[in-house]
């Protein structure tokens, strides 16, 4: 069974919970400034954690202390309520490595 799409007023309220996540057509982005690139590489792993469990996995681009996680369903084409969980769960460890 695959995850259906959230509608535009589903993504809309969504998107109103998640004040450091932007919409870009299809992709929920949030970009975090760690306070090391050690600290941005371990953020990393903890996302990457909560991935593997979820089977739901993020575009990760590092750039020194800044790390950009773009969210989108790939197997159906846009955002389900599996990207807003796992923005939830970036936002939840996000605070440790900032």
């Not at 953020?43 to 750039?63: F, G, M, N, S, W």
Request: aromatic share 6%.
């Amino acid at each position: 069974m695959s995850t259906p799409l959230l509608t535009e007023a589903e993504i809309s309220a969504a998107v109103a919970t998640l004040p450091a996540w932007t919409r870009t057509g299809p992709t929920l982005i949030r970009s975090v400034k760690a306070h090391s690139f050690a600290a941005g590489i371990e953020l990393v792993r903890a996302v990457a954690e909560v991935a593997e469990a979820t089977d739901h996995h993020p575009d990760i681009d590092i750039r020194w202390r800044t790390i950009t996680f773009a969210l989108s369903t790939h197997s159906v084409g846009g955002l389900t309520e599996r990207d807003v969980a796992l923005a939830r769960e970036i936002d939840r460890l996000v605070p440790q490595y900032v």
